[in-house]
Structures are given as C-alpha cells and as structure tokens.
C-alpha cells in the first residue's frame, strides 16, 4: 500500500449537501426572526456547527443558548440529510478508486453521527481507514487540526497527505497542516478563482480527478527525501 495519505472533505464535496443546509439555515433563522444571507453564510462555510453557531450569534444578533441552538441546527439539518442526501457526480469513484491505493480517511466539520450515516449509506467502510469530525478537535477549519487529527489516524506524515476540499476554509486549513490539496470549489460559496494560488490544484468536478494527480504527488514527496 502506498505510504501516501488520502483525505476527503465530505459535505460539498463528496455530498451534495449544500442546498439542504441552506434549506435548514433559513427555517433556522426564520424561526429566530431573521433573514438568511447569502454573504454571511459563506464565512461559515465548512466550519462546525458550533463555529457556525458563533458566527450567527455575532452576524446576526442572534440570542440564545449556543450549546440548544446547535442542536436545534442540527435536528433541522438530519431531517433533510437523512431523506434528501445525494452523491456529487464522481464521488463514489473517487472514493473507491483512491480507497484501495491509499490510506484514506474522511476529515468533516460534521458530527460524527453524520459522517458515520453516509460512509454507512453508500457502503464505503472497507474503503476508509479513518472518520475524523471537527468535534474531536480543539480548532475547526481553517485551523489544520483537523487534517492533522487524519494524518495521525493514518499513520501517515501530514507532508505526505493530499486533501481534498471545497471551500476556502477546507483549503486554508489543509495547506497550515502542510499538506497537498486539490480544491474543488463549491460554487454557491463563491469564485473558483479564489483558489487558485492557494490549492495546488482546483477542478471543476471529482469527474476529473485522475489517480495521477495524487500518485505524482507522491513521487514528488520521496523524491524531496532522497
């Protein structure tokens, strides 16, 4: 097995879970008395739910006991996950084509309850050697502890791992942990072209990953330790 890591983001890049998110934050917010916006909405983009909670308390005004309204963020956001929740196009390849080249782990922002239901739902368990949530560590995206926590788990060298992230926030925490990344940037969080210069390399879709992009990373990796 290769002694490069693998690590896939999951909402917005795996699962096509944006649109229902956003579904949830505006009866969230509706319920709260405020109106949902599309700027706010994108500085808490990949972040955990209790980050994103702190950035509407802020933004909004919002008041409330941070600890009930995460929960009841939460339980607005399952009932649409659970029934609703579809594969972006090339994620189940990805995963199955990378999963028995590479160790591979799942790092998400969300609860591990989540992360469990989809690598449960479309059968990727043999595939993954490692779940990885943003509640297991002490600073969410873009704070790199989350790709850290992975590489750990992976038992693979944060510089030998290649991320694979949608959002500005996912991209910046993957490069502080000194890792690779390949951006494939969630449009309705903003510019495509704000990646480039940051991720190493950015596509239009996982349609057009190709083993090779990971494997010359890993040639370019031994070759910087002869």
């Given at each position: 097995?290769?002694?490069?890591?693998?690590?896939?983001?999951?909402?917005?890049?795996?699962?096509?879970?944006?649109?229902?998110?956003?579904?949830?934050?505006?009866?969230?917010?509706?319920?709260?008395?405020?109106?949902?916006?599309?700027?706010?909405?994108?500085?808490?983009?990949?972040?955990?739910?209790?980050?994103?909670?702190?950035?509407?308390?802020?933004?909004?005004?919002?008041?409330?006991?941070?600890?009930?309204?995460?929960?009841?963020?939460?339980?607005?956001?399952?009932?649409?996950?659970?029934?609703?929740?579809?594969?972006?196009?090339?994620?189940?390849?990805?995963?199955?084509?990378?999963?028995?080249?590479?160790?591979?782990?799942?790092?998400?922002?969300?609860?591990?309850?989540?992360?469990?239901?989809?690598?449960?739902?479309?059968?990727?368990?043999?595939?993954?050697a490692a779940l990885c949530s943003g509640d297991e560590v002490c600073m969410g995206k873009p704070a790199p502890d989350l790709f850290l926590l992975?590489?750990?788990?992976?038992?693979?060298?944060?510089?030998?791992?290649?991320?694979?992230?949608?959002?500005?926030?996912?991209?910046?925490?993957?490069?502080?942990?000194?890792?690779?990344?390949?951006?494939?940037?969630?449009?309705?969080?903003?510019?495509?072209?704000?990646?480039?210069?940051?991720?190493?390399?950015?596509?239009?879709?996982?349609?057009?990953?190709?083993?090779?992009?990971?494997?010359?990373?890993?040639?370019?990796?031994?070759?910087?330790?002869?």
């Amino acid at each position: 097995m290769s002694t490069t890591g693998v690590i896939f983001d999951m909402d917005g890049l795996l699962v096509d879970s944006e649109p229902l998110w956003q579904e949830a934050e505006m009866e969230f917010l509706a319920a709260h008395g405020h109106s949902y916006d599309p700027f706010i909405a994108r500085r808490h983009a990949g972040l955990r739910f209790t980050d994103v909670i702190a950035v509407m308390q802020r933004e909004y005004l919002l008041a409330g006991d941070p600890k009930a309204l995460v929960h009841e963020l939460i339980d607005l956001f399952l009932s649409r996950y659970l029934n609703k929740l579809r594969l972006l196009p090339g994620a189940d390849e990805a995963i199955r084509g990378l999963g028995v080249i590479h160790p591979a782990a799942i790092a998400s922002s969300s609860p591990l309850t989540i992360i469990r239901h989809v690598v449960r739902r479309f059968k990727w368990d043999p595939l993954l050697a490692a779940l990885c949530s943003g509640d297991e560590v002490c600073m969410g995206k873009p704070a790199p502890d989350l790709f850290l926590l992975a590489a750990k788990r992976l038992r693979v060298p944060p510089i030998a791992c290649c991320v694979l992230e949608d959002t500005l926030t996912g991209v910046r925490a993957a490069k502080a942990a000194g890792m690779r990344c390949i951006a494939i940037p969630t449009l309705m969080f903003g510019d495509p072209r704000e990646f480039t210069g940051l991720a190493d390399i950015v596509l239009g879709s996982l349609t057009e990953l190709r083993p090779e992009m990971v494997v010359g990373w890993v040639r370019d990796v031994r070759q910087s330790h002869l």
